[in-house]
């Protein structure tokens, strides 16, 4: 080679763009790869483009299938969430239901319990009257004191005052069996 050719195949030549057309137009050669040469280039030549037939179910039915899939097992987790927060708040607003429940029957009997606590204080005030203390002691059997001695002691001497009565004795129960007792 002579010094001008040298000079130039140096010379960087200016490649028109790519296309997809230029890009299957030309093959390399493995040769080609290696070096980065690139192979000569058929001007009209196009390759013929055709599917490959795959073995087993076809791939866009796969896709579609498992697409499909992720979008079922998405709905289910989601009706699953939303059954289990219906059911969540349907078990949380019968537990609320019971307790209130119970808080109004403890209400009702508090209340009952308030009205018989008043009518046994009632009862209380009511038998403490110096009479219905007279009439419980009359129906115990008891009978009134007599004329009451007093004992005072002084510095001095001890001294009696009134003279004590012993108290009159009880008059008989009737006996059970006679008619007109008790």
Avoid: C, H, W
Wanted: charged share 20%; proline share 10%; hydrophobic share 45%.
């Amino acid at each position: 080679m002579s010094r001008t050719a040298a000079v130039r195949t140096a010379v960087p030549r200016a490649t028109p763009t790519r296309t997809a057309s230029s890009r299957s137009a030309s093959p390399r050669t493995a040769s080609a790869r290696v070096t980065g040469a690139k192979a000569p280039r058929a001007a009209s030549t196009r390759p013929e483009l055709r599917l490959v037939p795959t073995v087993g179910a076809r791939p866009r039915r796969r896709a579609r299938g498992a697409l499909l899939s992720r979008k079922a097992t998405f709905v289910l987790v989601v009706v699953a969430m939303l059954s289990l927060t219906t059911v969540g708040l349907l078990v949380l607003n019968t537990a609320i239901a019971v307790d209130s429940l119970q808080a109004s029957k403890a209400r009702e009997a508090n209340a009952a319990r308030a009205q018989e606590v008043q009518r046994l204080q009632q009862e209380v005030v009511s038998g403490e009257t110096p009479a219905a203390v007279a009439a419980a002691a009359a129906a115990a059997g008891l009978v009134p004191a007599g004329v009451a001695g007093y004992l005072v002691l002084g510095p001095e001497a001890t001294a009696m005052r009134g003279t004590p009565e012993p108290a009159p004795a009880p008059e008989p129960a009737p006996p059970a069996g006679v008619p007109g007792g008790n």
